[in-house]
Each structure stands twice: as C-alpha cells, then as structure tokens.
C-alpha cells in the first residue's frame, strides 16, 4: 500500500489540453514535493510547497498543498510535448521523502 | 562536481555475486540518500547519511544490504548474494536543506 496516492497513474493528451495529477494521502506532511523524471534520468525537483493551502505558480504549471497538508495537485495547463515525463509527488516524513508511484504523462503533438 | 554522479550507469551480474555502487555527491551537500526504483513503481528509501551522525538504516531492505560514507562525501551501496528480485534503478540523490534534493541519474542493476 502507497503511503502517497497518485491519480491518474497514465495520462495521454493532445499538445493545448490542460490535465491535473492528484496526490492523496490520509497522514499529514510536512512538506509536499513535485519532481518530473525523465526516461534514463534521475528525478528534478519542480517545487517544494510547505504551507496548507499553498499555491504555487511556475510558469504554465500550477502547485496546491491542501489545507490539511495530506494531498497536492499539479496542473499543467497548454500542456506541451516537451512536458512528457513522469512526475513524482514525495511527502516530508522526519527525515526523509516518502514517495508515490508517479503519474506518466505523455504530450502527443 | 556539478552535480550527483553514480557509476556505474549500468550493471548486468549474476545472481549470487556481490555488487558495489558509487555515489559522489555535490559538494558541501551534508545529506545523502539512497533510494530503489522499481519498474512501475515510486522511489522506496533505502538510507539515510546526514553529516557524522549515524545513518538511518531503516529501509534496508535485508542485511545482504550495506552503505557507507567516507569522509562525508563519496558513498557505496553494496548488494550482497544478489538476487532477481534486487534488479531495479538504484538512485542517490544530496541535499543541504530538507527540502530539495538532487538526484544522480541512477545505476540500472539487472540480476540474472
């Protein structure tokens, strides 16, 4: 069992659709992570969002951290196929990251 | 250097055999990881160095396991008596603060 939920586990859109991937859990985190892995490649952290209610805007990507700091969601929005990866939320547990299983996007020209 | 390096970037061992991986962190990062990523599945914490302090351990998955960090930087991960199941992309990522890590590109270990 996952500590950390991700949804949808596959997402395969046209390049111009937005898409959101959820992050769910029932424990609390200190801190909510999102990285973007690519085939071969270790993960890049996207952002860090340590606030309940948090929301961060990096470019044509969109972070929330719920309020009760047990779920995130990432939204990309004019999704690009360079945008195609996998992409790992991690939850702050003592001193380490507990991570999800990831979401696979894959932007299609 | 630049950023986390590990070698090698691919193993191929018979099962049975022993195997070292390498980790070379940024440096002046005092915390290192090791994770295991499985075809499929997210990144499962295997250790924890931080500074002179002793690792947390709690991740390993058998004692055919081991780490260490000399010196407070390069790191070894050592599979003893290899089996099928340990096949996976073993990562090691540095850190200076708890929120950011940086991610080497992994070492593919393939046990057949």
């Known amino acids: 069992t996952q500590l950390l939920e991700q949804s949808p586990q596959f997402l395969s859109i046209q390049e111009g659709e937005n898409l959101t991937v959820y992050c769910n859990s029932s424990?609390?985190?200190?801190?909510l992570q999102w990285y973007r892995q690519e085939p071969g490649e270790g993960p890049v952290l996207l952002v860090t969002?340590?606030?309940?209610?948090e929301v961060k805007k990096l470019k044509r990507l969109t972070f929330q951290f719920g309020d009760a700091r047990k779920d995130s969601s990432l939204h990309i929005t004019a999704a690009q196929p360079g945008d195609t990866g996998l992409y790992l939320c991690?939850?702050?547990?003592?001193?380490?990251?507990?991570f999800g299983a990831g979401t696979i996007l894959r932007v299609k020209s | 250097g630049a950023g986390v390096s590990q070698s090698p970037s691919n193993k191929v061992t018979e099962k049975g055999k022993d195997v070292e991986l390498r980790c070379d962190p940024i440096?002046?990062?005092?915390?290192l990881y090791w994770y295991r990523q499985r075809l499929g599945q997210g990144l499962e914490f295997l250790i924890y160095?931080?500074?002179?302090?002793?690792?947390?351990k709690s991740g390993l998955p058998s004692d055919r396991f081991s780490a260490e960090r000399t010196g407070g930087s390069v790191s070894t991960l050592t599979i003893q008596r290899t089996q099928q199941e340990d096949s996976a992309v073993y990562l090691c990522?540095?850190?200076?603060?708890?929120?950011?890590?940086?991610f080497g590109s992994g070492t593919r270990l393939t046990v057949v």
């Open positions: 990522a540095s850190s200076l603060t708890y929120y950011g890590y940086t």
């Open positions: 424990s609390v985190f200190s801190s």
């Open positions: 969002v340590v606030t309940g209610g």
């Open positions: 991690a939850g702050g547990r003592g001193n380490k990251l507990v």
């Open positions: 440096s002046g990062h005092t915390a």
């Open positions: 160095f931080q500074g002179n302090s002793a690792p947390d």
